[in-house]
């Protein structure tokens, strides 16, 4: 049974940091193409970042280009989402998705497995 558990959010006031975490377990971890999204309320859910298996490709939503860095390790199974210089436009619940592939792909509808989410909260 696949299962993806995000981790990592919180409250931080603008211009702040923080990093997510997403565990993995249940998939060979090293083949999926990983993705994290955002949803915040009233809002349809946003591609934020996105990352080959091997960590050497990335690709990031233009609103977070510069600012937030995704990474994974292999052999602890774990997808990251470092964010700095925070705003209160990045409140929202963030989830982790993996999709078998070798494309990086922004499609919710291409992912096959998703997390619970994470909530992130970002004061002015």
């Known amino acids: 049974q696949v299962q993806l558990v995000e981790s990592g959010g919180g409250l931080v006031q603008a211009g702040g940091s923080l990093r997510l975490s997403c565990a993995a377990s249940?998939?060979?971890?090293?083949?999926?193409?990983m993705g994290w999204f955002r949803q915040a309320p009233g809002k349809e859910r946003e591609f934020v970042a996105g990352?080959?298996?091997?960590?050497?490709?990335?690709y990031y939503s233009d609103s977070v280009k510069g600012r937030f860095t995704i990474s994974r390790d292999n052999a602890k199974n774990t997808l990251y989402l470092q964010m700095t210089s925070l705003k209160p436009e990045d409140t929202a619940v963030y989830v982790c998705?993996?999709?078998?592939?070798?494309?990086?792909?922004?499609?919710?509808?291409?992912?096959?497995?998703w997390g619970q989410g994470t909530q992130v909260t970002v004061s002015s």
């Open positions: 998705a993996a999709r078998t592939g070798a494309t990086i792909t922004t499609a919710t509808a291409r992912y096959d497995y």
């Open positions: 249940g998939r060979t971890f090293s083949r999926d193409i």
């Open positions: 990352i080959s298996g091997s960590g050497g490709r990335t």
